[in-house]
């Protein structure tokens, strides 16, 4: 089983990226499924979540507004479209499931499965 994070890179403050999470190995098709970050010396921190159908969708407030979860449930694939990039977005982006959805859950919670981490540098 694999979650495979992509599409981070270096974006000027103002600018937009589109992050993708892939799923394979087995099928998350009834699970919740999220964003997390981390930036250099701060603890992994919840960015974004969505349920088995788009009736569950939430955000943390830092980004409510900017950013905009979605997934491809045939696909296996999450996203997340990045808008109006701040410097303090800047981190590495991990993607994560859970049997459970959670609207504003914390790292500890019983995340099944994490992706390696793609990495978004807003400059100034």
């Known amino acids: 089983v694999q979650l495979q994070a992509s599409g981070g890179g270096l974006v000027q403050a103002g600018g937009s990226l589109r992050l993708s999470c892939a799923a394979s190995?087995?099928?998350?098709?009834?699970?919740?499924m999220y964003w997390f970050r981390q930036a250099p010396g701060k603890e992994r921190e919840f960015v974004a979540g969505?349920?088995?159908?788009?009736?569950?969708?939430f955000y943390s407030d830092s980004v409510k507004g900017r950013f905009t979860i979605s997934r491809d449930r045939a696909k296996n694939t999450m996203y997340l479209q990045m808008d109006s990039l701040k410097p303090e977005d800047t981190a590495v982006y991990y993607c994560s499931v859970s049997r459970n959805v959670y609207a504003a859950p914390k790292e500890s919670f019983d995340f099944e499965y994490w992706g390696q981490g793609t990495l978004v540098t807003v400059s100034s």
């Open positions: 969505i349920g088995r159908t788009t009736s569950f969708i």
């Open positions: 190995g087995r099928s998350f098709y009834n699970y919740g």
